[in-house]
T-cell receptor, first 114, second 117 residues
Framework: AQSVTQPDIHITVSEGASLELRCNYS??????LFWYVQSPGQGLQLLLK??????LVQGIKGFEAEFKRSQSSFNLRKPSVHWSDAAEYFC????????????FGTGTQLKVEL | EAEVAQSPRYKITEKSQAVAFWCDPI?????LYWYRQILGQGPELLVQ????????DSQLPKDRFSAERLKGVDSTLKIQPAELGDSAMYLC???????????????FGPGTRLTVT
């Protein structure tokens, strides 16, 4: 069975500082990996995804993530955080066997200090 | 831009009452998902439809929860009777058919926030 671990429940950064949110997955085959963002009381919006190919993927809002198979990680990064980035971030892994089932991590709450 | 629609956005109900949520996926999306998201946790899949057929309801508490997608378009999730522990955000998502076998990202609606008192 697939699983996702987001070790940081809360992270606080200053506006303009760099950001890295950690995500570790467990899956026996090639994973499909996603990062979603959720603002309070809202649904989830896709930031970026990794299916295959280049292990560094670019997403919306200036975010990027790097797939590292050897570390079973898919960390999300942003070089300069904006106050509007404050939200909850979820990493998810999809099964390559079809069915499109996603397993989500427990999320990381990002707070941005002005 | 096409979006997944959900209603109501908020629902307060008393314990033991019945409650229903509605979802209208993006037009043409064959696959529809219902998730439950408890505060402070990630979404957990309750049920997955391919057109009008259920393909995965292994995590759906079938003694009180039911879901249908009669015409393969919009869907309803029902809880009867509601319990205090059902308080959560209920999210609907949809994806197109994957003709290549590769997965699509799931497009989420705004959710229904349920509070059971």
């Amino acid at each position: 069975a697939q699983s996702v671990t987001q070790p940081d429940i809360h992270i606080t950064v200053s506006e303009g500082a760099s950001l890295e949110l950690r995500c570790n997955y467990s899956y026996g085959a090639t994973p499909y990996l996603f990062w979603y963002v959720q603002s309070p009381g809202q649904g989830l919006q896709l930031l970026l995804k990794y299916f295959s190919g280049d292990t560094l993927v670019q997403g919306i809002k200036g975010f990027e993530a790097e797939f590292k198979r050897s570390q079973s990680s898919f960390n999300l990064r942003k070089p300069s955080v904006h106050w509007s980035d404050a939200a909850e971030y979820f990493c998810a892994v999809g099964a390559s066997g079809g069915g499109n089932k996603l397993t989500f991590g427990t999320g990381t709450q990002l707070k941005v200090e002005l | 831009e096409a979006e997944v629609a959900q209603s109501p956005r908020y629902k307060i109900t008393e314990k033991s009452q019945a409650v229903a949520f509605w979802c209208d996926p993006i037009s043409g999306h064959a696959t529809l998902y219902w998730y439950r998201q408890i505060l402070g946790q990630g979404p957990e899949l309750l049920v997955q439809f391919q057109d009008e057929s259920v393909v995965d309801d292994s995590q759906l508490p079938k003694d009180r929860f039911s879901a249908e997608r009669l015409k393969g378009v919009d869907s309803t999730l029902k809880i009867q009777p509601a319990e205090l522990g059902d308080s959560a955000m209920y999210l609907c998502a949809s994806t197109p058919n994957s003709v290549s076998g590769k997965p699509y990202e799931q497009y989420f609606g705004p959710g229904t926030r349920l509070t059971v008192t």
